[in-house]
């Protein structure tokens, strides 16, 4: 038989919905895959629920239900000073791993080069293979992940069309600052360069930092595709409802995209996230608060326990070195065993890149009940201990 599409033939299951199936296996505290416990505000998802019995459920159109376009448009202004025309301006998306795709499906031909940051996102690599684009990968290192401005300089060519950047970053938890930012923007415009920029993160940023978008730089507006997801907006992630907002000659091929990927969202999902998207602001800084407490409640938990935690400035994630745990050869290994012996669910940080990957780091998802939290530490100080008696 001829052979079936490489990009999707023969690759791993991604390491999120392999380690979840592994943590129900095994009764493991499910700290892998990002997603929260509690589900978002009740009275977003009694609006869902009411639209859902009252209808319409057929078609909605094909950009989105007015109300949520406008709602985006509105977020936008009220968040970033942004100027978004809805009816041009916005795609309602299902999911942000959709507006992915269609943005890269849209904007990359065969044979462009697409700036990619390492560790990324798992879904980045093979959209850009799937399109025909050459990724071309810049690392950022830890503890801080800072961005070499040499490295992404070098990275940038005549033949670049596109830089996809995640801004507030998984699985690194990190902002990028100001002057990365700035270096961005300054190549993209050297080079004539889109940039599509994965925000799901905007509102999960700690300490009293702001979500600062690529778009709102200088002349950044023009080339720039911009990604959100009422999944982490509103911790709802299996409603898989995303926007994309970018100048109207750009929507036009990422709506086609769209249009032939799923075409529309459940209508009635797009209205509680309409109505979502225009709660006050201490919805969002509660958010922000209660996400930031966990995150506190983790990391001393692990820095106790002998894990290097490294600084977490957004996201739903702490990153951790594991050197000195003895969890065995690798983060894979050690993941392995922490869902089967520990119960305690991680995803290793090597998933996150394309190859060359460092080992000896793991990722711990903190939004989850307090309860929760403290039952995974307590399972994994039990575990450490027990096998630090048995080597010593
Ligand atoms: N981008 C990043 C960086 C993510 O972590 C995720 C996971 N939620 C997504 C995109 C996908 O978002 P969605 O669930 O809205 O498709
Ligand atoms: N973004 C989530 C994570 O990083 C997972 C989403 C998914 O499973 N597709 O854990």
Known sequence: M???NPVFTGINTTVFETMSRLAMAHGAVNLGQGFPDVDGPADVRQVAAKALIDGPNQYPPMLGIPELRQAVADADKRFYGLEIDPQKEVLVTSGATEALADCIFALVSPGDEVVLIEPLYDCYLPLVKQAGGVPVRVRVTPPHWDLDP???RAAFSEKTKAILINNPMNPTAKVFTESELQLVADLCREHDVYAICDEVYEHLVFDNQKHRPLMAFEDMRERTVRIGSAGKTFSLTGWKVGYVTGPANLMDPISKAHQWVTFTTPPNLQKAVAYGLSKDESYY???ANE????RDR???ALSGLGFSVLPCAATYFL???IEGLNLGAND???CEVLVKEAGVAAVPVSAFYGDDAP???IRFCFCKRDEVIDEAMSRLQGFLTATNSESA
């Open 359 to 361: 080992t000896s780091f």
């Open 291 to 294: 996400l930031m407490a966990k």
């Open 150 to 152: 040499d490295a992404l």
């Open 2 to 4: 001829k052979p079936t």
């Open 332 to 334: 894979v290994e050690a």
């Open 285 to 287: 800084t509660g958010l």
């Open 319 to 321: 990153t951790c070195g």
């Open 298 to 300: 983790m990391a001393r």
